[in-house]
């Protein structure tokens, strides 16, 4: 799977740990799901249909959704983007832009250990190309496949991460307190991945497409072709119940930096 060291293994999973980062993954093996929303979701959406076979090839996953000082060991290390809040001379700057969109939230943005936000889907491309490039391995954003899958705790009938209610792994909007969450303080889902649900939502590599699961291929699929919006999933801190299920599916312009939009990585074998 890897010839990279800080590999672990306990019962469960296996997880390794990107040095320079920080970030730790854990190795998913591939398999078939039954991908969508399925009679163990009493909350489905057009979108969210049919129910199909997929099939994925084994994969990283973060454990975490990308965090504020991980992000900016990017900034600093790789002159990426700086996330909306602390653009120089930004709208949204939190000491001297206009707008409050940011600065209200106080450190649930800037807090070393939140999810950072503020991060347009190139952004986050950015940034995974910056760790390739900087540690000769390959990563990337999860396709909403890869994503729900290990959301689902490897393809399990669940209609939250690892729970058929939300309060024990999502902060959501009925329990958030209105604003994001250190990263991994509810429970994982059954592989040991945190937040997957509520917290922050994340953007996925996919294009969004209402009808993607119509056509999607079965082996690894990924829509780069209908669209112009970006997938996002997992739903935020202010998001309601039916809005941080598993299969929820979301959509901004690439462009959009908004102050509930994050992101995680995947690494290919």
């Known amino acids: 799977m890897t010839t990279?060291?800080?590999?672990?293994q306990n019962k469960t999973f296996t997880e390794w740990r990107e040095p320079e980062t920080g970030i730790a993954f854990v190795w998913i093996p591939g398999a078939q799901f039954q991908m969508g929303s399925g009679d163990w979701d009493d909350n489905s959406l057009v979108d969210e249909l049919p129910v199909h076979e997929v099939t994925l090839d084994g994969f990283w996953m973060a454990k975490f959704p990308v965090?504020?000082?991980?992000?900016?060991?990017?900034?600093?290390k790789g002159g990426l983007s700086c996330p909306a809040w602390i653009e120089k001379g930004g709208h949204y700057n939190i000491h001297?832009?206009?707008?409050?969109?940011?600065?209200?939230?106080?450190?649930?943005?800037?807090?070393?250990?939140?999810p950072v936000t503020g991060i347009s889907w190139d952004d986050a491309v950015s940034y995974a190309g910056w760790l390739s490039k900087k540690t000769g391995?390959?990563?990337?954003?999860?396709?909403?496949?890869q994503w729900e899958f290990a959301a689902r705790s490897g393809g399990k009938r669940e209609k939250?991460?690892?729970?058929?209610?939300?309060?024990?792994?999502?902060?959501?909007?009925?329990?958030?307190?209105?604003r994001a969450h250190p990263v991994g303080e509810k429970k994982p889902n059954g592989i040991g991945l945190y937040d997957m649900c509520g917290n922050v939502c994340e953007w996925c590599l996919d294009l969004y497409y209402r009808?993607?699961?119509e056509i999607n291929e079965k082996h690894n699929p990924i829509n780069t072709k209908n669209g112009s919006c970006r997938v996002v999933r997992g739903g935020s801190w202010n998001y309601g119940a039916r809005d941080v299920r598993c299969a929820d599916r979301g959509l901004y312009v690439p462009?959009?930096?908004g102050n509930d939009l994050g992101f995680r990585l995947i690494r290919n074998p």
């Open 211 to 213: 009808f993607a699961y």
């Open 67 to 76: 965090t504020v000082r991980q992000y900016l060991m990017g900034v600093n």
């Open 96 to 114: 001297t832009g206009k707008s409050d969109l940011f600065k209200s939230l106080g450190c649930s943005i800037t807090g070393d250990y939140h």
């Open 255 to 257: 462009e959009y930096r």
């Open 160 to 178: 939250f991460a690892g729970a058929d209610k939300p309060d024990d792994v999502a902060w959501y909007a009925s329990n958030s307190n209105n």
């Open 4 to 8: 990279s060291q800080q590999i672990t």
């Open 137 to 145: 391995l390959q990563f990337g954003l999860p396709t909403e496949a």
